[in-house]
């Protein structure tokens, strides 16, 4: 595939995220696929996830918000079988906090599918919204 192709699966799939739609996000993952997480600090932000456990992730976020989280992308920069992603996110928590991260991912392609995104972001963000819902933190 050409990286004009893979920008445009990441575009999107990104609208499948927007959309809080789960099959959609596995129709443009790769039944290998891993999700890295590479935020080390506090630890339950540092994970890796299987297509199984990432295509849902969205979701159960969104359901924690008013409305499902938006993803926004600022920027595509892509070079032989890698996209690498400037985004923001926004959200409105059922419990009146806002998620507002900027992050920036590298997709990996095979075959037209993404087979692995490792994302930057702003931890001490992630954990003032979500920590209260970790497992590690109840």
């Given at each position: ?48 996830w299987?297509?199984?456990?990432f ?75 979500f ?8």
């Open positions: 595939m050409s990286i004009e192709n893979n920008k445009k699966v990441v575009q999107d799939y990104v609208a499948a995220i927007n959309r809080s739609d789960p099959a959609a996000i596995a129709s443009y993952l790769a039944d290998d696929f891993i999700f890295r997480s590479m935020l080390r600090r506090p630890k339950w932000l540092f994970f890796t299987p297509k199984e456990k295509i849902d992730a969205p979701a159960s976020m969104s359901s924690q918000m008013k409305s499902p989280i938006q993803m926004k992308i600022l920027n595509l920069i892509g070079e032989g079988d890698q996209v690498a992603v400037e985004a923001e996110s926004y959200g409105e928590m059922l419990n009146g906090k806002i998620y507002d991260n900027g992050y920036h991912f590298i997709f990996t392609f095979k075959d037209g599918k993404i087979t692995s995104v490792k994302e930057y972001s702003c931890s001490y963000t992630a954990n003032d919204v920590g209260e819902f970790s497992e590690e933190n109840k």
